[in-house]
């Protein structure tokens, strides 16, 4: 089955540091354009960052300024999120999708379940 | 606060039909390709519309979705209340390099 799963998440210090991880079934994560987005309880989703089958990367810098990085391991077919200087701002549920129909449709066909962070003392 | 304005929520009777706004600008509806998501309450988010008003397989034909300008709407007609959702807008910005979601529509059936 085609299908994205989570894993990483849980209870991090302010100041923290917490790793991501999202693993890809049926399909070569290489081949697309990958992201994390994540939504906070009970709030709206908000886009965190993007890496393209070339590895080049972008990031929601208003957000995330300069904390998290994106990469993927092709070789494990897995996608990562290391998060540093975490703070509550940060506590949200965090996905992992890919952006499929041609990598320029802007359009995210695949989520995973989603894996929870929350950040607090 | 998003670039993407739609409405908190709306409210219709099963059967009926029900129209979702998402209005932006020139940077990111106006010049970028519109995607459509509906979560499910505890679900992860599901592609329901992208190029603007194409559907994914899978996806019925009661739900549409048309841009004009810098607005873009979905349709969902003979309402059921499995489409108890909230309904997202999409599309990359860029003047703020960053891809945008709507607020989200919470709709009640």
């Known amino acids: 089955e085609v299908q994205l799963v989570e894993s990483g998440g849980g209870l991090a210090l302010p100041g923290g540091s917490l790793r991501l991880s999202c693993a890809a079934s049926?399909?070569?994560?290489?081949?697309?354009?990958m992201n994390w987005v994540r939504q906070a309880p009970g709030k709206g989703l908000e886009w965190v960052a993007n890496?393209?089958?070339?590895?080049?990367?972008?990031y929601n810098t208003d957000s995330v300024k300069g904390r998290f990085t994106i990469s993927r391991d092709d070789a494990k077919n897995l996608l990562f999120l290391q998060m540093d200087s975490l703070s509550a701002e940060d506590t949200a549920l965090y996905y992992c999708?890919?952006?499929?129909?041609?990598?320029?449709?802007?359009?995210?066909?695949?989520w995973g379940q989603g894996t929870m962070v929350t950040v607090s003392s | 606060q998003s670039v993407l304005t739609q409405p908190p929520s709306l409210s219709a009777a099963p059967g009926q039909r029900v129209t979702i706004s998402c209005s932006g600008s020139s940077s990111n509806i106006g010049n970028h390709y519109v995607s459509w998501y509906q979560q499910l309450p505890g679900t992860a988010p599901k592609l329901l519309i992208y190029?603007?008003?194409n559907r994914p397989s899978g996806i019925p034909d009661r739900f549409s979705a048309s841009k004009s300008g810098t607005s873009v709407t979905l349709g969902i007609t003979g309402l059921q209340t499995g489409d108890e959702a909230d309904y997202y807008c999409g599309v990359w910005d860029s003047s703020l390099t960053t891809y945008v979601f709507g607020a989200g529509t919470k709709v009640t059936v």
């Open positions: 890496i393209r089958s070339s590895g080049s990367t972008m």
């Open positions: 190029y603007n008003n």
């Open positions: 049926e399909f070569t994560l290489s081949n697309y354009e």
């Open positions: 999708n890919r952006e499929g129909y041609g990598g320029t449709s802007d359009a995210f066909d695949l």
